[in-house]
């Protein structure tokens, strides 16, 4: 008899496992999209789901319809979902877990289960080595051979296999706070590219401590989410989530926790280099190129049996033992520590990545400063209804003031944008005056402004008459991406000079793993910047997250101001922030040089076009 399921993230997976089914059924993509969202709109829940049940508040949840709250009541209180069931009745046992091996179809599955009786992935890996696929109707030793290699390859992290940021940092928030379920855990981080807000990256990785770390390990395994366990040990565990990814996670008892997090963040160039320091204070560490595959994948045998070691921690190569005094000890139980010992400044992780940030360190150099999301006041590149944003302006205003933030601004597309709902000007002039009327209701002040368009000549949307009234313009490009470089460089050039002040909006035009940046000589448009009134945005909309960094390291040689935005379209995006603050982060922007963490009569002086 199935036991009542209390557990969000228990529910979560069988509402994915419902859409995922949907999905292999064929014919149902958007009810199958439905339970996928509605999955991940489960696990973020903070609240009480028996509560929220009891109340009948679940279509209050983001993503929950009645038919999805129908399913999760049942999950909750009789552990069965009878559409899972119904689903799972329908289909071949296992299909779920075979189907994320490349190749395999649904029909495929049931020969081979009616063949073979396989349900698993291991099973099917036997079954393959043993050359019994071949011997199954419309299966080859070709196709035995594909699947082979298909299993093989999905049980590693591949540099051609990326997760966007945003995902992966979900997935990480929400594996941390299910292991905070376990009482035998000690601390527990994110680590990996994740850590260095990398756009992009290949896994999740998790570091983690306890007095038993395998303890922390038969834990995780266990997550809801997990679909295959690839590898296990009694320090580390490789497993295939639900969403379609790999994590890892690193076990490892409390005084090691540091060293450990700390190999598992920085690149391999910062590492060696670390290396090459403890070397010359004969210091004993680990040798980093060692444990680490030539692509800089992480080999985590060789990580795990490193950190794992009494040389995971830093001691004198001439003493068999580790440093006496409580202090001694105690300076190495943080990376801070690690890094003192070796006569630097601590690195933030997202500067972990040899481009200067270890002769700084070594000098006494690094910023003490740099932007956080907290030092930002105020939420800037936001849209409304008036163009193609999801929330009203009174919706939008409220979600910043929930943030804490001081002033917004209302940048909806101008005329040109037909295809975002670009807002003309006796539209304008409609916005504007509920502007004025949601202002009398709240204390965030709210700034009018645009996200006006660079047009092929390189004007700027709106008539001049119409630009100088705004209280900030955003200047944009959303169409002729493949202008060849000169063309584009003298239009956003042209822009650039206009004499009303402007913030370059998303300035290459990239959208991450589906358009590349435009091509136009950025070094000339950034000289331009500096000698005119302009700012760089750094977009935090994490399919956008332009400029990229080494750009954002070039426009502060030029002392260019930059805006932090969040690129809106509705009040979760504003939450946005925190991509662009990693991104201003790697290129190493401090405080000051971000205008929106300036008050906000500063910060409208700053920006105001006249």
């Given amino acids: 008899m199935p036991k009542p399921i209390k557990d969000k993230y228990a529910i979560a997976a069988a509402l994915q496992e419902i859409g995922t089914l949907l999905e292999l059924k064929g014919g ?20 009480d789901l ?5 109340e009948n508040r679940l279509t209050f949840v983001k993503g929950i319809g009645f038919a999805l709250a129908k399913q999760i009541e049942q999950l909750y209180t009789t552990g069965e979902s009878s559409m899972l069931n119904d689903l799972r009745g329908q289909m071949p046992p296992g299909i779920v877990e075979l189907s994320n091996v490349r190749g395999l179809s649904v029909k495929k599955v049931e020969r081979l289960h009616e063949a073979l009786g396989i349900t698993t992935v291991e099973q099917l890996k036997a079954a393959a080595e043993a050359g019994k696929l071949r011997e199954v109707k419309g299966f080859t030793a070709k196709t035995e051979q594909r699947i082979l290699e298909a299993i093989n390859a999905s049980a590693e992290p591949s540099s051609d296999r990326r997760i966007h940021i945003h995902h992966a940092l979900r997935a990480a928030e929400h594996i941390i706070e299910y292991l905070q379920t376990s009482r035998g855990l000690i601390q527990a981080e994110i680590a990996g590219d994740l850590r260095r807000w990398q756009e992009t ?21 266990r997550f809801p989410m997990v679909v295959r366990t690839h590898e296990e040990s009694r320090m580390h565990a490789v497993v295939r989530l639900s969403e379609g990814f790999n994590a890892t996670l690193l076990a490892v008892k409390p005084e090691q926790f540091a060293v450990t997090l700390m190999k598992t963040t920085g690149s391999e160039a910062h590492l060696r280099k670390l290396d090459q320091i403890a070397a010359k204070k004969k210091l004993k560490t680990w040798s980093t190129p060692a444990e680490r595959s030539g692509d800089g994948a992480l080999d985590r045998a060789k990580l795990i049996s490193a950190a794992s070691s009494p040389g995971g921690r830093f001691r004198n190569r001439n003493s068999s033992k580790a440093p006496s005094t409580r202090r001694s000890a105690g300076a190495l139980q943080n990376e801070a ?13 997202e500067l972990r990545e040899d481009l200067g940030e270890v002769e700084a360190a070594q000098r006494q150099q690094l910023p003490e400063d740099l932007i956080t999301s907290e030092d930002i006041r105020g939420m800037v590149h936001c849209h409304t209804t008036y163009s193609d944003g999801k929330h009203s302006v009174e919706q939008m205003v409220a979600a910043a003031e929930a943030m804490g933030m001081k002033y917004i601004t209302i940048t909806d597309h101008s005329p040109t944008a037909f295809y975002a709902g670009g807002v003309k000007i006796d539209r304008l002039q409609r916005q504007w005056e509920e502007i004025d009327e949601v202002q009398t209701k709240t204390k965030v002040k709210i700034l009018k402004g645009t996200e006006s368009d660079i047009t092929a000549d390189g004007c700027l949307d709106y008539p001049d008459w119409i630009l100088e009234q705004f209280d900030v313009i955003v200047a944009s490009i959303h169409a002729r991406y493949k202008m060849d470089s000169a063309k584009m460089t003298q239009r956003i050039v042209k822009a650039m000079r206009e004499p009303v002040f402007k913030i370059w909006g998303h300035a290459l035009g990239r959208l991450i793993e589906k358009r590349p940046p435009f091509d136009c000589d950025v070094e000339k448009i950034l000289d331009v910047i500096a000698a005119s009134r302009a700012a760089v945005e750094i977009n935090g909309d994490p399919y956008r997250l332009d400029m990229a960094p080494h750009w954002l390291r070039a426009a502060r040689k030029r002392k260019i101001k930059f805006v932090i935005s969040v690129d809106a379209h509705s009040t979760g995006a504003l939450h946005n922030v925190k991509y662009g603050v990693g991104m201003a982060r790697r290129a190493s922007i401090r405080r000051g040089e971000v205008l929106n963490t300036l008050a906000v009569k500063a910060f409208q002086k700053a920006v105001r076009p006249v």
């Fill in 201 to 221: 990256v290949s896994e999740v990785v998790i570091v983690a401590s306890a007095k038993n770390p395998k303890s922390l390990v038969d834990h995780f395994v």
């Fill in 28 to 47: 149902e993509y958007f009810k199958a999209r439905a339970y996928k969202l509605g999955a991940r709109s489960i696990a973020e829940v903070s609240e």
């Fill in 50 to 54: 028996g509560k929220l049940i009891k």
């Fill in 337 to 349: 520590g690690i890094y003192r010992r070796l006569g630097m400044q601590y690195v933030p992780p």
